[in-house]
């Protein structure tokens, strides 16, 4: 049985798990964590700027089931098709150019403190645009 998707809840207590595994110096699965932060933040906004989703709350469009490497772009697409998006833009560089979701296999030696800083960094991003969207009603 699948459950209720929500991204909010799911981006929130990933980028504290993140965070929490950060300052235990455990890098690759922070790492991990901040990508998939970024992804539910990202999903949370295109949401509020159209993303149809089905009756579980997994994106309707294949385009859109994507992680953090990808959806940085999708969700340009959704801002900028919504009025209330204006405000919303992200750094046409993408500091996940570099994760993918499969890494998780990979061995926690290919991980270190630069490359997690990085993710990290561009999960603040997406922070940002959330706490933005509280103050100004949208989420």
């Given amino acids: 049985m699948c459950l209720q998707a929500d991204f909010l809840d799911a981006h929130e207590r990933h980028r504290h798990d993140a965070e929490l595994l950060n300052q235990a110096l455990r890098w690759a699965n922070a790492d991990h964590l901040y990508g998939i932060a970024a992804e539910c933040g990202l999903k949370c906004l295109m949401m509020v700027f159209g993303m149809e989703v089905n009756s579980l709350g997994s994106p309707r469009i294949r385009e859109d089931r994507m992680h953090a490497k990808g959806i940085w772009e999708r969700f340009e697409s959704y801002r900028s098709g919504h009025p209330q998006g204006t405000g919303y833009a ?48 949208l989420i």
């Fill in 90 to 137: 992200l750094p046409a560089e993408n500091p996940f150019h570099d994760w993918d979701v499969s890494d998780r296999y990979a061995h926690q030696s290919n991980f270190n403190q630069a490359r997690t800083q990085s993710h990290q960094a561009g999960v603040q991003m997406v922070c940002g645009l959330i706490k933005q969207a509280r103050r100004g009603g």
